[in-house]
């Protein structure tokens, strides 16, 4: 199962796991998305708003690896910060998760496999400023892996973040106006100067770059490998 699977990194890891063989639950927000994205895979479509914790109930329980992507961005200082859309973040990328673990593990439990991935992000690890919301139900979701990890271990459930850098995606395209108003500069400056300034690799990785991970802390050869945070920040976190 893949949340936010109708573009995007979502995408990316719905088509690269079933090119590995899985048959995918694409969970998006958008129907037509949604079901674009199965049809191209051979999947299942599900269209449900993460926001709505009771409609994660009619998600399917019996899934072995579950991918947690689903997220979107606000840019604003704090003191401008709408509280409602921080509290929206907070449930589409914190909750969400939380609750998708819930209903997910017993079944990863009683086959003694399971996969847990979250899509996290450089900014669960760092901060940047104008993105209070994200940032916080980032690094909210690094907690929820690690606790995952820990009682996942004896059922034989890994669980672990994907943190990329700034990825080129339609979430990040959408940024590029929102932080050239906050930082007072213009869009090329965005990218070359906030976007990519910490970036020691100067280009935005791709979504299949982001899936090729995903699918790899699925394999066979990374069942040690849990409570781990894998950068794929263009050496972002090493300066």
């Not at 694409?26 to 999947?43: F, N």
């Not at 990785?205 to 699925?218: D, G, K, N, Q, S």
Request: aromatic share 6%; hydrophobic share 50%; net charge negative.
């Amino acid at each position: 199962m893949v949340t936010g699977a109708g573009s995007g990194i979502g995408r990316a890891c719905a088509v690269a796991l079933a090119a590995a063989g899985a048959l995918v639950h694409v969970v998006d927000l958008d129907g037509e998305s949604a079901a674009a994205a199965a049809e191209a895979i051979g999947g299942r479509a599900h269209v449900v708003d993460l926001a709505r914790g009771e409609l994660i109930g009619e998600l399917p329980a019996e899934v072995d690896i579950l991918v947690n992507n689903a997220g979107f961005q606000h840019v604003a200082p704090l003191t401008e910060f709408p509280p409602d859309r921080f509290e929206l973040i907070q449930k589409v990328m914190v909750q969400a998760p939380f609750l998708l673990l819930r209903r997910t593990l017993p079944h990863m439990y009683a086959h003694g496999w399971g996969r847990i991935v979250n899509i996290s992000s450089v900014h669960g690890l760092r901060a940047s400023a104008f993105k209070a919301g994200y940032v916080t139900a980032k690094h909210a979701l690094e907690g929820l892996s690690k606790v995952a990890a820990l009682e996942g271990a004896s059922h034989g459930v890994t669980s672990n973040c994907v943190n990329p850098g700034y990825v080129r995606t339609p979430l990040v395209e959408a940024q590029i106006e929102a932080q050239a108003a906050a930082h007072g500069i213009d869009a090329d400056q965005v990218v070359s100067d906030v976007m990519l300034g910490r970036s020691a690799i100067k280009r935005m990785i791709r979504p299949e770059e982001v899936a090729a991970v995903t699918v790899w802390l699925c394999g066979p050869h990374t069942g040690y490998i849990t409570g781990a945070s894998i950068p794929v920040d263009g050496g972002w976190t090493a300066a």
